[in-house]
């Protein structure tokens, strides 16, 4: 059974930058059938996806993030991590890691979700 | 950006009723090559992360109770309940992944007993 466990702080400052990682278990990130994601929720703005990242390296990020954003794997470690420099108020929201079926991605296991607060 | 646009926001059902949630793509998700529909959707409990419900607008996920059921092509897709059971109580989404890897989710639609 898959499970993804997500770890990182859950405040962090205005201007800094957010980093969350996803450990990996009952499965291998370099499995070529999925891709990892990071999607984030938020009241305003309903889910939105962040960006994915295949077990090649390849990565693919929303555009309206694509300036702030890098994902990367750690395959030794069996994890992947999402890094959103310059965050404001707007980054507030609840991120889930999450694993992609890979050529028509819907998202078939989640992470618990970590609510991340960007206050001074 | 392909926007889905799901109706009702909100909806309460009494137990054992019919529910039926709508989602409106702005552009078309059927891929002619295959024939198939880029459309999923997903159940979301208090708490909880989502749960993939159903692939290509109307493939069940293994698992799922056969009174959840997709259908819909093209860019109009409906989500029904046949008979509601007090645990359906959640918001529920569809995802486009026509435009992928950029996929889009609806704003969601809050299931509740009447």
């Known amino acids: 059974q898959l499970q993804l466990q997500q770890s990182g702080p859950r405040l962090v400052k205005p201007s800094e930058t957010l980093s969350l990682t996803c450990s990996v278990s009952g499965g291998s990130i370099s499995d070529n059938n999925y891709c990892w994601g990071w999607i984030r929720q938020s009241p305003g703005k309903g889910m939105e996806w962040i960006g994915n990242?295949?077990?090649?390296?390849?990565?693919y990020y929303n555009p309206s993030l694509k300036s702030r954003v890098t994902i990367f794997l750690d395959k030794p470690k069996n994890q992947f991590s999402l890094k959103l420099t310059s965050v404001t108020a707007a980054d507030t929201a609840e991120y889930f890691c999450a694993r992609e079926i890979g050529g028509a991605p819907r998202i078939d296991s989640w992470g618990q979700g970590t609510l991340v607060t960007v206050s001074s | 950006d392909i926007v889905l646009t799901q109706s009702p926001d909100s909806l309460a059902v009494s137990l054992g009723e019919r529910a039926t949630i709508n989602c409106k793509s702005s552009?078309?998700?059927?891929?002619?090559?295959?024939?198939?529909?880029?459309l999923a959707w997903y159940q979301q409990k208090p708490g909880q992360p989502p749960k993939l419900l159903i692939s290509?607008?109307?493939t069940r996920e293994s698992g799922v109770p056969d009174r959840f059921s997709g259908s819909g092509s093209g860019t109009d897709f409906t989500l029904t309940i046949s008979s509601l059971q007090a645990e359906d109580v959640a918001v529920y989404f569809c995802q486009q992944y026509y435009s992928t890897p950029l996929y889009t989710f609806g704003q969601g639609t809050k299931l509740e007993i009447k």
């Open positions: 552009q078309n998700i059927l891929y002619g090559a295959n024939d198939k529909n880029y």
């Open positions: 290509w607008a109307s």
């Open positions: 990242i295949y077990h090649s390296g390849s990565t």
